[in-house]
């Protein structure tokens, strides 16, 4: 790959992560908010960023990063993911407790959070299954298994969630990243064709 689609690649990817952070940070929705409010906002679209992320160090589509060296970072933003997924959800809770414990009991009239909620206790039971596996305490071949079906809902009920929120993302940026981050999906799983783990097991 030339030097220069390598540049190109990594300042589309920069401008796909950075605009809707800048975009929902400078939101004039977030006036006169509190800033644990605003802190909840800003986490959630960290975590979407962070989803476009994951996929593309997963599958080594990076220029210049070596697949070991994306891999390594890849987990490293899953415990990120986790942190920016707890501080959303934990700086909700402080702002409106009784909306938060709608939303885990799946009895919120706003259809966003439930997709949320879903995508909330995805990404925990892959975290549980990530100390699992460094334990060697599940096979390999059904970590992996487990890890892209739970990345797969993770992904899909994130973008259902955030596309159906009117919040301080703009229009565009959000669409973009929520397009983007689903297209990084599909091509990784595309690539990596992970279901053939299914046929040889049968086999």
């Known amino acids: 790959m ?7 690649i990594w300042i589309a990817l920069a401008g796909a ?7 929902a940070a400078t939101s004039p929705q977030l006036a006169w908010r509190d800033p644990v409010y605003i802190a909840a906002g800003l986490a959630g679209v960290i975590a979407m ?3 476009l992320l994951q996929p593309l160090l997963a599958g080594g589509y990076l220029p ?8 390594q970072i890849h987990r490293l933003l899953g415990l990120g993911l986790l942190i920016a997924v707890i501080l959303h959800v ?3 809770w402080i702002t409106s407790p009784p909306d938060v414990v709608d939303a885990l009991l799946f009895a919120s009239p706003t259809p966003f959070s439930v997709w949320g909620v879903i995508a909330m206790w995805a990404v925990f039971a892959t975290a549980l299954l990530a100390v699992l596996h460094q334990r060697r305490r599940i096979r390999p071949r059904l970590w992996r298994l487990l890890h892209t079906g739970l990345a797969v809902v ?3 009920g994130s973008v259902i969630h955030a596309l159906l929120i009117e919040g301080t993302m703009g229009t565009v940026s959000k669409i973009a990243l929520c397009a983007f981050a689903l297209a990084a999906t599909i091509k990784v799983i595309l690539d990596l064709r992970v279901w053939t783990l ?3 097991r049968r086999a």
Request: aromatic letters at 0%; a positive charge.
């Open 90 to 92: 934990g700086a909700l």
């Open 64 to 71: 210049g990063l070596p697949t070991l060296k994306g891999r």
């Open 17 to 23: 992560v950075a605009i809707p952070i800048a975009v």
């Open 198 to 200: 299914l046929t040889r």
């Open 154 to 156: 993770i992904v899909a």
């Open 49 to 51: 960023a962070i989803l």
């Open 2 to 8: 030339s030097r220069i689609r390598a540049t190109l």
